[in-house]
Protein backbone atom coordinates (compact mmCIF):
# COMPACT_ATOMS: atom_id res chain seq x y z
CA UNK A 1 0.00 0.00 0.00
CA UNK A 2 2.13 2.77 -1.35
CA UNK A 3 -0.77 5.72 -0.91
CA UNK A 4 -0.57 8.14 1.43
CA UNK A 5 -3.43 10.44 3.15
CA UNK A 6 -2.41 14.02 2.28
CA UNK A 7 -1.85 17.33 4.14
CA UNK A 8 -0.11 15.33 6.76
CA UNK A 9 -2.80 13.14 7.85
CA UNK A 10 -1.18 9.40 8.55
CA UNK A 11 -0.49 7.00 5.76
CA UNK A 12 -2.96 4.21 5.01
CA UNK A 13 -0.08 2.06 6.40
CA UNK A 14 0.89 4.15 9.68
CA UNK A 15 -3.02 4.07 10.60
CA UNK A 16 -3.05 0.28 10.29
CA UNK A 17 0.20 -0.05 12.86
CA UNK A 18 -1.43 2.56 15.18
CA UNK A 19 -4.57 1.11 14.99
CA UNK A 20 -3.23 -2.21 15.68
CA UNK A 21 -1.07 -1.76 18.05
CA UNK A 22 -3.82 0.63 20.28
CA UNK A 23 -6.12 -1.95 20.02
CA UNK A 24 -5.25 -5.86 18.70
CA UNK A 25 -2.10 -5.86 20.56
CA UNK A 26 -3.59 -4.61 23.91
CA UNK A 27 -7.08 -7.35 24.04
CA UNK A 28 -8.62 -7.93 27.54
CA UNK A 29 -9.86 -10.98 28.81
CA UNK A 30 -32.83 -7.78 2.25
CA UNK A 31 -35.00 -6.16 0.51
CA UNK A 32 -34.62 -4.22 -3.02
CA UNK A 33 -33.70 -0.38 -2.43
CA UNK A 34 -36.03 2.38 -3.30
CA UNK A 35 -36.29 6.14 -3.79
CA UNK A 36 -39.87 6.59 -1.80
CA UNK A 37 -43.30 7.23 -2.77
CA UNK A 38 -44.09 9.14 -5.74
CA UNK A 39 -44.72 12.45 -4.02
CA UNK A 40 -41.49 12.35 -2.39
CA UNK A 41 -39.26 15.36 -2.10
CA UNK A 42 -35.45 16.00 -2.74
CA UNK A 43 -33.41 18.05 0.22
CA UNK A 44 -29.74 18.87 0.33
CA UNK A 45 -27.21 18.47 2.80
CA UNK A 46 -24.04 20.45 3.23
CA UNK A 47 -21.02 20.02 5.79
CA UNK A 48 -17.97 21.34 7.04
CA UNK A 49 -17.56 23.99 4.11
CA UNK A 50 -14.28 25.85 5.62
CA UNK A 51 -14.98 28.72 3.35
CA UNK A 52 -10.91 29.82 3.10
CA UNK A 53 -11.28 34.26 3.10
CA UNK A 54 -7.14 34.05 2.98
CA UNK A 55 -6.29 32.01 -0.20
CA UNK A 56 -5.41 35.60 -1.81
CA UNK A 57 -3.42 37.06 1.50
CA UNK A 58 -3.60 40.44 -0.60
CA UNK A 59 -7.06 40.70 -0.88
CA UNK A 60 -7.79 40.12 2.94
CA UNK A 61 -8.16 44.10 3.52
CA UNK A 62 -10.12 44.74 0.25
CA UNK A 63 -12.68 42.21 2.05
CA UNK A 64 -12.61 43.54 5.36
CA UNK A 65 -13.43 46.87 4.10
CA UNK A 66 -15.92 45.86 1.08
CA UNK A 67 -19.45 45.30 2.04
CA UNK A 68 -20.54 41.25 1.90
CA UNK A 69 -22.09 41.94 -1.72
CA UNK A 70 -18.86 42.98 -3.31
CA UNK A 71 -16.82 39.72 -2.21
CA UNK A 72 -17.30 37.62 -5.14
CA UNK A 73 -15.81 40.26 -7.44
CA UNK A 74 -12.93 40.58 -5.11
CA UNK A 75 -12.18 37.00 -4.75
CA UNK A 76 -13.09 36.44 -8.73
CA UNK A 77 -10.48 39.21 -9.39
CA UNK A 78 -6.88 38.63 -10.52
CA UNK A 79 -4.55 37.42 -7.79
CA UNK A 80 -2.07 39.89 -6.05
CA UNK A 81 1.31 39.18 -6.82
CA UNK A 82 2.98 36.42 -4.69
CA UNK A 83 -0.02 35.24 -3.94
CA UNK A 84 1.05 31.33 -3.42
CA UNK A 85 4.00 32.65 -1.83
CA UNK A 86 2.03 34.53 0.66
CA UNK A 87 -0.73 31.62 1.15
CA UNK A 88 1.87 28.83 1.78
CA UNK A 89 3.70 31.38 4.36
CA UNK A 90 0.64 32.25 5.88
CA UNK A 91 -0.40 28.29 6.33
CA UNK A 92 3.05 27.59 7.53
CA UNK A 93 2.67 30.22 10.52
CA UNK A 94 -0.22 28.98 11.41
CA UNK A 95 0.68 25.27 11.37
CA UNK A 96 -2.27 24.24 9.05
CA UNK A 97 -3.24 20.79 8.39
CA UNK A 98 -4.11 21.24 4.94
CA UNK A 99 -6.43 23.73 2.17
CA UNK A 100 -9.49 24.43 2.42
CA UNK A 101 -12.25 25.53 0.34
CA UNK A 102 -11.43 28.19 -1.55
CA UNK A 103 -13.37 30.72 -3.94
CA UNK A 104 -12.90 27.76 -6.87
CA UNK A 105 -13.52 25.19 -5.07
CA UNK A 106 -16.61 26.57 -3.50
CA UNK A 107 -18.07 28.42 -6.65
CA UNK A 108 -17.64 24.86 -8.34
CA UNK A 109 -19.72 23.29 -5.15
CA UNK A 110 -22.14 25.69 -5.98
CA UNK A 111 -22.41 25.26 -9.57
CA UNK A 112 -22.70 21.49 -8.96
CA UNK A 113 -25.46 21.76 -6.59
CA UNK A 114 -27.56 24.79 -8.77
CA UNK A 115 -27.45 21.89 -11.27
CA UNK A 116 -27.76 18.54 -9.15
CA UNK A 117 -30.14 19.81 -6.96
CA UNK A 118 -32.40 22.02 -8.72
CA UNK A 119 -35.69 20.26 -7.09
CA UNK A 120 -34.52 20.65 -3.31
CA UNK A 121 -36.88 21.85 -1.12
CA UNK A 122 -34.66 22.73 1.68
CA UNK A 123 -31.15 22.95 2.44
CA UNK A 124 -29.71 21.51 5.27
CA UNK A 125 -25.33 22.89 6.83
CA UNK A 126 -24.49 21.08 9.94
CA UNK A 127 -22.06 23.43 10.50
CA UNK A 128 -17.78 24.99 10.11
CA UNK A 129 -18.71 27.20 7.61
CA UNK A 130 -15.55 28.78 7.89
CA UNK A 131 -11.54 28.23 7.13
CA UNK A 132 -9.81 25.94 10.15
CA UNK A 133 -7.21 28.54 11.90
CA UNK A 134 -8.82 31.46 10.90
CA UNK A 135 -7.74 33.52 14.15
CA UNK A 136 -4.19 32.84 13.95
CA UNK A 137 -4.25 33.47 10.06
CA UNK A 138 -6.55 37.08 10.95
CA UNK A 139 -4.26 37.85 13.51
CA UNK A 140 -1.47 37.44 10.59
CA UNK A 141 -2.79 39.55 7.97
CA UNK A 142 -4.04 42.12 10.26
CA UNK A 143 -1.56 42.08 13.26
CA UNK A 144 -2.98 46.00 14.32
CA UNK A 145 -6.63 44.85 13.95
CA UNK A 146 -8.71 46.71 16.63
CA UNK A 147 -11.25 44.78 19.36
CA UNK A 148 -14.16 43.96 17.34
CA UNK A 149 -12.91 43.55 14.06
CA UNK A 150 -11.78 39.94 13.93
CA UNK A 151 -15.63 39.43 15.04
CA UNK A 152 -17.06 41.59 12.19
CA UNK A 153 -14.95 39.45 10.04
CA UNK A 154 -15.81 36.51 11.20
CA UNK A 155 -19.31 37.33 10.59
CA UNK A 156 -18.44 38.52 7.03
CA UNK A 157 -17.58 35.17 6.16
CA UNK A 158 -20.85 33.42 7.37
CA UNK A 159 -22.35 36.18 5.48
CA UNK A 160 -20.81 35.52 2.44
CA UNK A 161 -20.89 31.20 2.82
CA UNK A 162 -24.58 31.59 3.45
CA UNK A 163 -25.59 34.41 1.04
CA UNK A 164 -24.16 32.85 -1.87
CA UNK A 165 -25.49 29.21 -0.77
CA UNK A 166 -29.05 30.83 -0.99
CA UNK A 167 -28.60 32.24 -4.47
CA UNK A 168 -27.93 29.47 -5.98
CA UNK A 169 -31.08 28.06 -4.37
CA UNK A 170 -33.19 30.75 -4.82
CA UNK A 171 -36.46 30.49 -2.93
CA UNK A 172 -35.06 27.48 -1.21
CA UNK A 173 -34.89 27.40 2.67
CA UNK A 174 -31.33 27.45 3.84
CA UNK A 175 -31.14 25.92 7.64
CA UNK A 176 -27.72 26.70 8.97
CA UNK A 177 -26.19 25.95 12.42
CA UNK A 178 -22.54 26.53 13.79
CA UNK A 179 -19.36 23.74 14.02
CA UNK A 180 -16.29 24.22 16.37
CA UNK A 181 -14.97 26.64 13.71
CA UNK A 182 -17.71 29.47 13.67
CA UNK A 183 -16.73 31.69 16.65
CA UNK A 184 -15.66 35.26 17.51
CA UNK A 185 -13.04 33.75 20.10
CA UNK A 186 -11.45 30.63 18.80
CA UNK A 187 -11.59 26.81 17.86
CA UNK A 188 -14.21 25.55 20.30
CA UNK A 189 -14.58 28.62 22.04
CA UNK A 190 -17.51 30.41 22.46
CA UNK A 191 -19.37 32.34 24.77
CA UNK A 192 -23.18 31.97 25.48
CA UNK A 193 -25.51 35.02 25.68
CA UNK A 194 -22.60 37.03 23.65
CA UNK A 195 -22.48 39.30 20.80
CA UNK A 196 -21.33 36.75 18.56
CA UNK A 197 -24.34 34.61 18.70
CA UNK A 198 -27.30 37.60 18.87
CA UNK A 199 -25.64 39.20 15.72
CA UNK A 200 -24.91 36.04 13.33
CA UNK A 201 -28.40 34.79 14.68
CA UNK A 202 -29.75 36.95 12.37
CA UNK A 203 -27.81 35.19 9.26
CA UNK A 204 -28.78 31.95 10.25
CA UNK A 205 -32.72 32.71 10.93
CA UNK A 206 -33.02 34.77 7.64
CA UNK A 207 -34.88 32.36 5.91
CA UNK A 208 -37.48 32.06 8.70
CA UNK A 209 -40.54 34.46 9.15
CA UNK A 210 -42.46 36.10 11.86
CA UNK A 211 -43.23 34.96 15.03
CA UNK A 212 -40.74 31.57 14.32
CA UNK A 213 -38.20 33.66 12.84
CA UNK A 214 -38.02 35.91 16.27
CA UNK A 215 -38.15 33.04 18.56
CA UNK A 216 -35.41 31.70 16.54
CA UNK A 217 -33.04 34.93 16.83
CA UNK A 218 -34.07 34.84 20.50
CA UNK A 219 -32.92 31.47 21.22
CA UNK A 220 -30.00 31.36 19.15
CA UNK A 221 -28.99 34.27 20.61
CA UNK A 222 -28.41 32.64 24.24
CA UNK A 223 -26.89 29.48 22.79
CA UNK A 224 -26.79 29.15 18.77
CA UNK A 225 -29.71 26.62 18.54
CA UNK A 226 -33.67 27.31 17.72
CA UNK A 227 -36.48 25.25 15.98
CA UNK A 228 -37.72 25.51 12.69
CA UNK A 229 -40.60 24.14 10.74
CA UNK A 230 -39.64 21.39 7.79
CA UNK A 231 -41.22 22.79 4.35
CA UNK A 232 -45.07 22.21 4.47
CA UNK A 233 -44.56 19.19 1.93
CA UNK A 234 -43.49 17.36 5.00
CA UNK A 235 -46.50 16.81 7.28
CA UNK A 236 -46.13 17.82 11.10
CA UNK A 237 -42.12 17.97 10.76
CA UNK A 238 -39.70 20.14 12.81
CA UNK A 239 -35.93 20.45 12.66
CA UNK A 240 -34.00 21.35 15.87
CA UNK A 241 -30.72 22.81 15.65
CA UNK A 242 -28.34 22.48 17.91
CA UNK A 243 -25.29 24.02 18.54
CA UNK A 244 -23.25 21.52 20.12
CA UNK A 245 -19.73 22.90 20.73
CA UNK A 246 -21.33 23.42 24.12
CA UNK A 247 -21.60 19.71 25.04
CA UNK A 248 -17.74 19.29 23.15
CA UNK A 249 -15.05 17.40 25.17
CA UNK A 250 -12.74 20.29 24.01
CA UNK A 251 -15.19 23.17 25.13
CA UNK A 252 -14.02 26.51 26.26
CA UNK A 253 -15.54 30.13 26.83
CA UNK A 254 -13.85 32.59 25.10
CA UNK A 255 -11.84 33.22 28.07
CA UNK A 256 -10.66 29.81 28.20
CA UNK A 257 -12.16 28.60 31.10
CA UNK A 258 -14.88 25.78 31.17
CA UNK A 259 -18.35 26.46 31.37
CA UNK A 260 -20.72 23.75 32.03
CA UNK A 261 -24.02 26.17 31.80
CA UNK A 262 -24.74 26.72 28.04
CA UNK A 263 -24.33 22.89 27.38
CA UNK A 264 -26.73 22.45 30.52
CA UNK A 265 -29.05 24.98 28.89
CA UNK A 266 -29.27 23.70 25.48
CA UNK A 267 -30.15 20.57 26.67
CA UNK A 268 -32.83 21.80 28.66
CA UNK A 269 -34.39 23.45 25.75
CA UNK A 270 -33.40 20.17 23.92
CA UNK A 271 -36.10 17.89 26.25
CA UNK A 272 -38.37 20.85 26.00
CA UNK A 273 -38.90 20.64 22.48
CA UNK A 274 -39.27 16.62 22.34
CA UNK A 275 -41.46 16.81 24.59
CA UNK A 276 -43.77 19.33 23.18
CA UNK A 277 -43.59 17.42 19.86
CA UNK A 278 -44.34 14.58 21.20
CA UNK A 279 -47.57 16.38 22.57
CA UNK A 280 -48.34 17.55 19.22
CA UNK A 281 -47.91 14.94 17.58
CA UNK A 282 -44.81 16.17 15.17
CA UNK A 283 -41.98 14.52 13.89
CA UNK A 284 -38.61 15.47 14.64
CA UNK A 285 -35.12 15.81 12.59
CA UNK A 286 -32.56 17.27 15.04
CA UNK A 287 -29.23 18.55 13.18
CA UNK A 288 -25.80 19.66 15.19
CA UNK A 289 -22.14 19.64 14.38
CA UNK A 290 -20.44 17.28 16.42
CA UNK A 291 -21.69 13.75 16.28
CA UNK A 292 -22.11 12.13 19.80
CA UNK A 293 -20.01 8.88 20.61
CA UNK A 294 -16.02 7.97 20.15
CA UNK A 295 -13.57 9.59 18.05
CA UNK A 296 -12.40 6.43 16.34
CA UNK A 297 -9.50 8.07 14.44
CA UNK A 298 -8.15 10.11 17.48
CA UNK A 299 -8.74 7.02 19.81
CA UNK A 300 -6.06 5.16 16.70
CA UNK A 301 -3.76 7.83 16.63
CA UNK A 302 -3.34 8.87 20.17
CA UNK A 303 -0.50 6.32 20.34
CA UNK A 304 -1.55 3.85 23.23
CA UNK A 305 -3.79 1.30 23.81
CA UNK A 306 -7.34 2.28 25.65
CA UNK A 307 -7.86 -1.63 26.40
CA UNK A 308 -7.03 -1.85 29.13
CA UNK A 309 -8.10 1.96 30.46
CA UNK A 310 -11.49 1.76 29.02
CA UNK A 311 -10.87 5.28 27.59
CA UNK A 312 -11.19 5.62 23.91
CA UNK A 313 -11.24 9.51 22.50
CA UNK A 314 -15.05 10.65 22.64
CA UNK A 315 -16.32 13.69 20.60
CA UNK A 316 -18.52 15.11 23.60
CA UNK A 317 -17.59 15.83 27.47
CA UNK A 318 -20.34 13.72 28.62
CA UNK A 319 -23.24 11.06 27.25
CA UNK A 320 -26.29 13.26 27.76
CA UNK A 321 -26.89 14.58 24.28
CA UNK A 322 -27.67 10.37 23.30
CA UNK A 323 -29.27 9.18 26.10
CA UNK A 324 -31.98 12.48 25.59
CA UNK A 325 -31.96 11.67 21.75
CA UNK A 326 -32.13 7.91 22.49
CA UNK A 327 -34.92 8.73 25.57
CA UNK A 328 -37.14 10.24 22.66
CA UNK A 329 -36.76 8.04 20.01
CA UNK A 330 -40.14 7.62 19.08
CA UNK A 331 -40.41 11.42 18.19
CA UNK A 332 -37.13 11.37 16.35
CA UNK A 333 -37.24 10.02 12.58
CA UNK A 334 -33.66 11.46 11.25
CA UNK A 335 -30.27 13.32 13.39
CA UNK A 336 -27.67 14.79 10.97
CA UNK A 337 -23.92 15.80 11.92
CA UNK A 338 -20.86 16.78 10.10
CA UNK A 339 -17.35 17.61 11.89
CA UNK A 340 -15.33 14.03 10.76
CA UNK A 341 -15.40 15.02 7.01
CA UNK A 342 -16.43 11.90 6.56
CA UNK A 343 -19.25 10.01 4.40
CA UNK A 344 -20.67 7.69 7.83
CA UNK A 345 -24.04 6.04 9.37
CA UNK A 346 -24.17 5.62 12.91
CA UNK A 347 -26.60 4.21 15.53
CA UNK A 348 -27.49 6.21 18.70
CA UNK A 349 -29.21 2.90 20.43
CA UNK A 350 -31.04 3.51 24.27
CA UNK A 351 -29.96 0.68 27.02
CA UNK A 352 -33.23 -0.52 26.97
CA UNK A 353 -36.07 0.17 24.70
CA UNK A 354 -39.83 0.95 25.88
CA UNK A 355 -42.56 3.13 24.69
CA UNK A 356 -40.33 6.38 23.87
CA UNK A 357 -36.74 5.15 23.91
CA UNK A 358 -36.18 3.68 20.74
CA UNK A 359 -32.68 3.71 18.73
CA UNK A 360 -31.61 7.09 16.72
CA UNK A 361 -30.30 6.97 12.98
CA UNK A 362 -27.46 9.04 12.71
CA UNK A 363 -26.28 10.61 9.32
CA UNK A 364 -22.61 12.33 9.14
CA UNK A 365 -22.62 14.48 5.93
CA UNK A 366 -19.32 14.67 4.41
CA UNK A 367 -16.94 17.47 3.83
CA UNK A 368 -16.88 20.47 1.31
CA UNK A 369 -13.64 21.26 2.06
CA UNK A 370 -10.48 19.06 0.93
CA UNK A 371 -8.51 19.78 4.00
CA UNK A 372 -7.35 15.98 4.58
CA UNK A 373 -7.30 15.09 0.91
CA UNK A 374 -10.59 14.12 0.36
CA UNK A 375 -12.62 15.49 -2.81
CA UNK A 376 -15.30 18.05 -1.98
CA UNK A 377 -19.01 16.69 -1.76
CA UNK A 378 -22.40 17.10 -1.01
CA UNK A 379 -25.50 14.92 -0.21
CA UNK A 380 -28.60 14.90 -2.11
CA UNK A 381 -31.27 13.27 0.09
CA UNK A 382 -34.91 11.88 -0.31
CA UNK A 383 -37.60 12.22 1.65
CA UNK A 384 -41.05 10.87 2.54
CA UNK A 385 -43.08 13.86 3.26
CA UNK A 386 -45.72 11.73 4.97
CA UNK A 387 -43.68 9.99 7.38
CA UNK A 388 -40.57 12.64 7.23
CA UNK A 389 -38.13 9.67 6.68
CA UNK A 390 -34.96 9.32 4.51
CA UNK A 391 -35.60 7.34 2.29
CA UNK A 392 -32.28 7.09 0.54
CA UNK A 393 -29.36 9.86 -0.50
CA UNK A 394 -27.06 9.75 -3.25
CA UNK A 395 -23.64 11.61 -2.49
CA UNK A 396 -22.66 13.98 -5.30
CA UNK A 397 -18.13 14.14 -5.52
CA UNK A 398 -16.04 16.02 -7.45
CA UNK A 399 -13.25 14.90 -9.24
CA UNK A 400 -10.40 17.11 -7.90
CA UNK A 401 -9.68 19.28 -4.76
CA UNK A 402 -8.83 22.72 -6.89
CA UNK A 403 -12.23 23.41 -8.07
CA UNK A 404 -10.36 23.82 -11.70
CA UNK A 405 -11.76 22.33 -14.83
CA UNK A 406 -13.73 19.98 -12.14
CA UNK A 407 -16.59 18.01 -12.87
CA UNK A 408 -19.31 16.57 -10.33
CA UNK A 409 -20.80 13.02 -10.16
CA UNK A 410 -22.30 10.28 -8.21
CA UNK A 411 -20.47 8.65 -5.64
CA UNK A 412 -22.75 6.26 -4.60
CA UNK A 413 -26.50 5.63 -3.77
CA UNK A 414 -27.37 4.30 -0.31
CA UNK A 415 -30.56 2.08 -1.45
CA UNK A 416 -28.57 0.58 -4.26
CA UNK A 417 -25.61 0.23 -2.21
CA UNK A 418 -27.12 -1.26 0.97
CA UNK A 419 -30.45 -2.23 -0.93
CA UNK A 420 -32.40 -1.29 2.33
CA UNK A 421 -35.41 0.41 1.79
CA UNK A 422 -34.44 3.30 3.56
CA UNK A 423 -31.95 4.76 6.09
CA UNK A 424 -34.10 4.29 9.46
CA UNK A 425 -32.84 3.12 12.97
CA UNK A 426 -34.01 -0.51 11.94
CA UNK A 427 -31.84 -0.70 8.58
CA UNK A 428 -28.94 0.74 10.07
CA UNK A 429 -29.25 -1.66 12.91
CA UNK A 430 -29.30 -4.80 10.44
CA UNK A 431 -26.12 -2.78 8.64
CA UNK A 432 -24.06 -2.24 11.29
CA UNK A 433 -24.37 -5.56 13.15
CA UNK A 434 -22.93 -6.88 9.50
CA UNK A 435 -20.49 -4.76 9.20
CA UNK A 436 -19.22 -5.80 12.85
CA UNK A 437 -19.21 -9.52 12.33
CA UNK A 438 -17.09 -8.58 9.43
CA UNK A 439 -14.04 -8.42 11.10
CA UNK A 440 -12.04 -7.45 8.33
CA UNK A 441 -14.18 -6.50 5.79
CA UNK A 442 -14.79 -9.07 3.20
CA UNK A 443 -18.35 -8.49 2.20
CA UNK A 444 -19.68 -6.37 0.05
CA UNK A 445 -20.79 -4.01 2.16
CA UNK A 446 -18.47 -3.17 4.03
CA UNK A 447 -16.02 -2.85 1.26
CA UNK A 448 -18.63 -0.07 0.03
CA UNK A 449 -18.68 1.63 2.97
CA UNK A 450 -14.65 1.93 3.24
CA UNK A 451 -14.61 2.60 -0.67
CA UNK A 452 -17.23 5.50 -0.14
CA UNK A 453 -15.92 6.72 3.53
CA UNK A 454 -12.96 9.35 2.80
CA UNK A 455 -14.30 10.90 -0.80
CA UNK A 456 -12.17 10.21 -3.93
CA UNK A 457 -10.33 8.04 -1.58
CA UNK A 458 -10.61 4.43 -1.73
CA UNK A 459 -9.87 3.10 1.83
CA UNK A 460 -10.54 -1.11 1.33
CA UNK A 461 -6.96 -1.32 2.22
CA UNK A 462 -7.89 -0.44 6.05
CA UNK A 463 -10.30 -3.55 6.18
CA UNK A 464 -7.26 -4.61 8.72
CA UNK A 465 -9.15 -2.00 11.14
CA UNK A 466 -12.58 -2.22 10.22
CA UNK A 467 -12.97 -4.12 12.99
CA UNK A 468 -12.60 -0.96 15.63
CA UNK A 469 -13.79 1.41 13.27
CA UNK A 470 -17.14 -0.43 12.99
CA UNK A 471 -17.81 -0.39 16.93
CA UNK A 472 -17.91 3.18 16.89
CA UNK A 473 -21.18 2.78 14.71
CA UNK A 474 -23.46 2.00 17.57
CA UNK A 475 -21.32 1.58 20.40
CA UNK A 476 -21.57 5.47 21.97
CA UNK A 477 -20.41 4.70 25.08
CA UNK A 478 -16.92 4.60 26.19
CA UNK A 479 -18.01 1.37 28.15
CA UNK A 480 -20.03 -0.37 25.11
CA UNK A 481 -17.09 0.62 22.74
CA UNK A 482 -14.52 -0.69 24.61
CA UNK A 483 -15.97 -3.88 24.62
CA UNK A 484 -16.92 -4.29 21.29
CA UNK A 485 -13.60 -2.80 19.94
CA UNK A 486 -11.25 -5.11 22.79
CA UNK A 487 -12.93 -8.58 22.58
CA UNK A 488 -11.76 -11.38 20.37
CA UNK A 489 -8.83 -12.60 18.80
CA UNK A 490 -7.98 -10.26 15.63
Known amino acids: MEWVLKNGRLCACALIC ?23 IQALFVSDIHFEPFWDPGKAAQLAKAPVAEWGK ?14 TALQKQCHARGIDANFAVYESSLRAMHERAATARFVIVSGDLI ?11 FPKAAPGEYRAFVEKTLDYVLTQLRATLSGVPVYAGLGNNDSDCGDYQLDANG ?21 AVETFAAGGHYSVRLPEQIEHARL ?40 KKEKLWVMAHIPPGVNAYSTATKGKSFCATGKPTMFLSSEALPEILTANGDVIR ?17 AKESATAKPVAVKVVASISPVDGNNPSFTLATVDPETATLMD ?7 NQTGEDTTWNEEYDFAQTYHEPAFTAAALTDLIAGFTADRFAQKAASESYLRNYMTGVDLRGLAIIWHPYACSLDNETAEAYTGCACHGTP
Do not use: N
Request: hydrophobic share 50%.
Open 18 to 40: VFGLAVFAARVPAQTGGQGSAHS
Open 74 to 87: ILDSQATEGRPEAF
Open 131 to 141: AHDFACKFAAV
Open 195 to 215: VFLRESGKLFAADLRGAERAQ
Open 240 to 279: LVLDDVFMAERYAACSGKPDAAPAAAQLAWLKQQLGEARE
Open 334 to 350: LTIFGHTHMDEMRLLAP
Open 393 to 399: YRVIAAS
